[in-house]
């Protein structure tokens, strides 16, 4: 009986790790553009396409999107990288912040 519960319990820890393995870490949809960067902005426009962003490089700069749309009874799907410099763009932010005086110790 011990083993057949042991045995349970594995197979479901597996089972478990491999669904969680086959999720993809970000799998974020952009479907709406808004006028400011909150929530709680007005709606500029609703994508009719789906834009998903699947994964990040490590230094921040290369995201791995998927595009797919339907046009009549033909759909398409592109999986692939496009480069946006968020790793660069925060790194000189933080550069221009460590730089500049806190008032407070003034």
């Known amino acids: 009986m011990k083993k057949t519960l042991a045995f349970l319990f594995l197979a479901l ?37 789906e834009v998903k962003l699947l994964d990040v490089s490590a230094d921040a700069n290369w995201h791995k999107v998927k595009i797919a749309f339907a046009f009549g009874p033909l759909s398409y799907t592109y999986v692939g990288w496009v480069n946006i410099p968020v790793g660069e763009i925060l790194a000189s ?8 005086p806190d008032p407070a110790e003034q």
């Open 13 to 49: 820890a597996l089972a478990g790790a491999g669904f969680a393995a086959a999720k993809e870490p970000y799998d974020l949809e952009v479907r709406t553009l808004y006028s400011a960067p909150d929530e709680t902005s007005n709606v500029m426009y609703k994508i009719p396409i």
């Open 93 to 100: 932010r933080l550069e221009k912040l460590a730089k500049t």
